[in-house]
């Protein structure tokens, strides 16, 4: 698989387009340093990821990356509130529960703190995945189709709350898609 | 949060999972600690009446079972021997013969043994009065701690003894009362469970019950004796302070007369005597049950004696370790088969907490992919499956504990009713130190493969499977 060469300046929104199959996905997990890459090279400001080693990367990512999935997972023995806080912990920050509640307010979800992530309905979850995308104020926000298995009303809000929030943190947003839903939104757009 | 408090939230959010695990892992801690309980409190209890007897004679028959009832008192009693056959050991001068008791078995009072005896029972069990006095006269108990304790006896109590072990009304020695003079301090060993006599009120209760075996020629002077004691017994003065009837046969005496013998000097010789009793070595042809022998030193001699007894006499001679030893290993089969069965349960409740983890990882596996990407290091999530395994294992081993030793404490008074015997489940062993250890291996052992799986998560795979 081949990417083309492409840069994006910090605090930027961007939509990535493709096909299934396209790649779209390996290209994210490039990008979040989940997989390394054959050849070729990825910088994050000045640390060039593929010199990283193990440990170094799984601290960077966590501290730096916030990642949004076509589903939401969670670690389902913990509430969404400690999802949050586990979050803010692997990555190797303190456990702020006033940034984790402001947060989950600003998304509407403030009430859901205590519950489980299977008492969420989809709609919810999926502001929950990003409630902890944002939760550490990562510089850099990847999203892998997160309005795919959303209605209309859900996607149009869940791309709204992502943009909203990238903006408010100053973060860099990179959405993966093939969601012709949201190709109008974004005035800057990578095609696969 | 803690890993620890990830790994428990983990395990808690499928609670029937975990308790299937959990009641495996503690039905094997439980069932092993419970055999090392009663194994230690057993011997403990067998070790403790050994009292350094070397040789116990008694009627022919079952070896094991002479011990059992003359030194544990758990057994039904044996027949009995005469005296006359023993008397070379009663001999206090006999120089391979340390002590020498003789015990006469068979009655109770509401299930508590009494047992006539000689004074120096007593030195064997290194038993000591608390209240009252030693007996000395004829139907005189001394009892037991647990034994007062449990049948509300106290010094000048009254009782009648009843033919037997268990409690008959139909079989009541009828009009002979046995009269508390004393209660001994509690020893730990069997002998807080009896009622002690001298040997002569057990003689005394059955010749006049009619019961028993009574000699079918007594001495004339014997004879007379007998019959005042009887007349005494009715009058239900059975006294203190009664000076010794001086006559000594051939020189012989027993520890236990010779500060009797004291006395003669001081008292003077009414026709009381009787009730300071005389040596049984002067009742050649009563009976006895049996005969607890300590020797002076291992000989020749008391190497071959009872080799002797056994093949010369129509008694039987027995060592108490020997029997003992045979007991265990009868016992081992038993407790070897319990022990493998108990090995087997955390074999599988290792392997359920295996399988248990196994699976929920398959469950899991996009969870442990995403705490990647929140920042997890793979040695994290590998520390996280183990402290699973380990946390099963931990609360496994303390429910295991909690059920074996509530479980000796039910039974310990089962067992005090059946057999006298004090058991306890408030005590802990090293050993059940060592179990935490296996137990704790076990656990490690079910959890490193599904935590290797666990490390080796490849997260884009797994993310990209959705």
Known sequence: MNFPDFSLQKGEHWLLLGQSGSGKTTLLHLLGGLLSPSSGSIQIENTELGQLRASALDQFRGKNIGIVFQKSHFVRALSIGENLALAQQLAGLKPNRERIIELLERLNIGDKFRLKPDRLSIGEQQRAAIARALVNQAPIILADEPTSALD????????NLLEEQASALGSTLLVVTHDKRLKDRFPNQIAL | MTLLNLSWKNLSNKPLTMLLSLVLFALGVGLISFLLLINHQISEKFEKNLAGIDLVIGAKGSPLQLILSSMYHIDAPTGNIPIKGVMPYLNPKNPFIKAAIPLSLGDSYRGYRIVGTTANFLELYQAKVRTGRSFKGLMEVLAGATAAQELGLKVGSTFQSSHGLIEDENLVHEGHAFKVVGIMQPTG?????????????????????????????????????????????????????HAENTEQVNGIALTNQEEDHQN????????EDEHQLKSILEYPDKDITALLLQFNGHNITTLNLQRMINQNTSMQAATPAIEITRLYSLMGVGQDALRWLAFIIMGVSGLSIFISLFSSLRDRRYELALMRTMGASPGKLFAMIIMEGLLLAIFGYLIGLAISHGGMELLAGEMKAAYRYTFTGRTFLLEEAYLLLGALAVGFVAAVIPAIQARNTDISETLAEG
């Open chain 1, 152 to 159: 209309d009303h859900n996607a149009t809000e869940v791309i």
């Open chain 2, 264 to 271: 003669d000097d001081e008292a003077p010789h009414d026709h």
């Open chain 2, 189 to 241: 060993a069997s002998v807080d469970q009896l009622l002690l006599t001298p040997a002569q009120s057990i003689w005394e209760v059955h010749e006049h019950a009619g019961m028993g075996a009574a000699p079918a020629v007594e001495e004339p002077e014997e004879a007379e004796h007998e019959h005042d004691d009887e007349e005494h017994a009715a009058e239900d003065s059975i006294a203190e302070n």
